[in-house]
């Protein structure tokens, strides 16, 4: 992790911090900084509000966009014959809407990496350390392609 510059471990020490559940500790050791460093960090960018604020997993808020969309819709069709358009303005929001939808679809950041990377080095740790170990030191360097 020494190849990234400050502003990278930062990020991805807000990442692990927020998402993963992790402790300032084990997240100064993954990211490569002391405790002290992690600390400032948590508490100048008030992390621990953060961290409790982040309740919607990305399926959760593609599930309520998809609830949002699909009431639009059935407002829409439980109207009269010949008035089942949507308005400009629930045309307007529903594009909205399928936008994000989209976006949270395609939207493969750090997270996903990291979710998936932890996932798979602990099943692979379980058969073969020094393959796990091997894989860990390829992923991190996928991680700090993927961050620039």
């Known amino acids: 992790m020494s190849e990234l510059n400050r502003e990278q471990k930062k990020e991805l020490a807000q990442l692990l911090y927020t998402r993963n ?12 900084i002391s405790e002290v460093t992690m ?9 621990d509000a953060l961290k ?16 949002q969309l699909a009431e639009y ?23 909205k809407i399928a936008s994000a939808i989209e976006k ?10 990291l979710n998936v990377s932890k996932k798979m080095l602990d099943w692979l740790r379980k058969f073969d350390l020094s393959k796990a170990q091997e894989l860990s030191a390829l992923f991190d360097a996928f991680l700090k392609d993927n961050l620039r």
Do not use: C, H
């Open 21 to 32: 559940n992790l402790t300032q500790k084990e997240v100064a050791k993954k990211v490569g």
């Open 39 to 47: 600390s400032k960090w948590v508490n100048s960018g008030n992390w």
């Open 52 to 67: 409790t604020s982040i309740t919607a997993t990305r399926e959760e808020q593609l599930r309520r966009l998809y609830l």
């Open 73 to 95: 819709n059935t407002a829409i069709e439980g109207r009269e014959q010949g008035k089942r358009f949507p308005s400009s303005k629930e045309a307007d929001a529903m594009n």
């Open 104 to 113: 949270l679809e395609r939207e493969t950041g750090a997270v996903d990496i």
